[in-house]
């Protein structure tokens, strides 16, 4: 019965993503204040197609390929409600709580909290880094086999989002001012901040509606606080952004599964 039902929940889901291509203007996305960004970060959100562009759309569905199964992730971009559906399992973020579905424990249920949008943050990158309650500073270049990146430290205000304590720069192509890689601590369960930065380079991007989001993401190892060489990459396909708002129905926990806070 379990493998009935998530067939007629990827159903619907895939549907849902399908409609963001086939009906992309079907409601008026709400208006967004005009906000103020440093150069810097300002610099970056126009090389993407502009933090307007971005703020415009409501909805992003996102397939991440992986060896074990690919997952589809559909983020409500104005409320953050997520679910991440795989053919083993499925979990989401009701606007309240985390949910997970699954026969089995494939999924560690005290994963849920920290794994349900951590893909689509390092996804949606830069754009995350402009929601509220960010603060940002500038940060010294990154060196990298004979280019100068120029970079931007963000953190975040006491109270905002799951990991405050979490940071974040962004290194710019001096170039084209595209984003270029990304370092970031992880605090989540750990109280207090970290100075363990990891890095991710970002150099391959698709069109999405306007707005450049990435195909690949290369994960590098790091020795004395900066990258080396790469140790693992993630690739995405089938990415769509558009004004549709999406029924909360998607979102919602399944009668088969759990919240999982």
Known sequence: MKSIITTFLLAVLLI???????????TTAPVIPAKEYPAAIAATFKAHGGIDRWNAMNNLCFTMEKEGGNETHTVDL???KVRVETDKFALGFDGEKVWLDQDSTYFAPQRARFYHNL????????FVLGDDGINYAEEKPLEFEGVSYPGTRISFGANVGDAPDDEYIIYSDPKTNEMAWLAYTVTYGKGGKSDRFSYIKYDQWVDVNGVKLPSKLHWYKVEDGVPTEMRSERSFIKPTATKTVLDNALFSKPESGEFAE
């Open 16 to 26: 849902s993503c399908k409609q963001n291509n086939t009906n992309p203007e079907s």
């Open 78 to 80: 104005k409320s953050r």
């Open 119 to 126: 893909m689509f943050y390092f996804y949606a990158m830069p």
